[in-house]
């Protein structure tokens, strides 16, 4: 293999890989908003941290959150670990979203409205009648293949609006 063919190969592999990232952000966002219909969303890092303490086994997923002016607050980082260390260890599928106030604004009123409190977002399980939910399916998916590269917490860019 020629040194021109192992970087088409690469380039097309970043090409894919940023398709997969749009395409779980476009998930992502549809799976909040339906979460936020059926009030299955928990807002906020304390908030989860009292669902995940009280029953990890209803927690699909916890998006983080944050952005560029959050990155020194120490605070915030080790929640983040924290949260990210009791999502391992409970199986409970991880991703980060670099665009705080993209995701307060789609979760809207559940939470606070400028993204002060949208670090930490949960997803519960949808009822046992409606066990199956194919975009929490589709991130999980997603999520796997991502770990499957040594990527722990994905990262996803939702759609601009």
């Known amino acids: 293999m020629t040194f021109e063919e192992i970087c088409r190969q690469e380039n097309s592999t970043d090409t894919s890989d940023s398709a997969r990232m749009r395409s779980a952000g476009r998930v992502l966002e549809e799976v909040l908003v339906s979460s936020k219909q059926q009030d299955r969303l928990t807002v906020g890092v304390y908030e989860s941290a009292k669902v995940m303490n009280i029953d990890p086994d209803s927690v699909a997923l916890c ?62 399980r949808p009822s046992e009648a409606a066990w199956k939910d194919a975009g929490l399916e589709k991130l999980g998916v997603f999520c796997e293949e991502r770990r499957s590269v040594c990527e722990w917490v994905p990262t996803v860019t939702l759609p601009e609006r």
């Open 63 to 124: 998006v983080l959150a944050s952005g560029d002016q959050y990155e020194w607050d120490v605070a915030l980082q080790i929640h983040f670990t924290l949260i990210q260390a009791f999502c391992f260890d409970n199986d409970i599928n991880i991703v980060r979203v670099h665009d705080i106030e993209r995701l307060a604004h789609i979760v809207g009123d559940v939470g606070t409205s400028d993204g002060g409190d949208a670090h930490c977002v949960l997803v519960t």
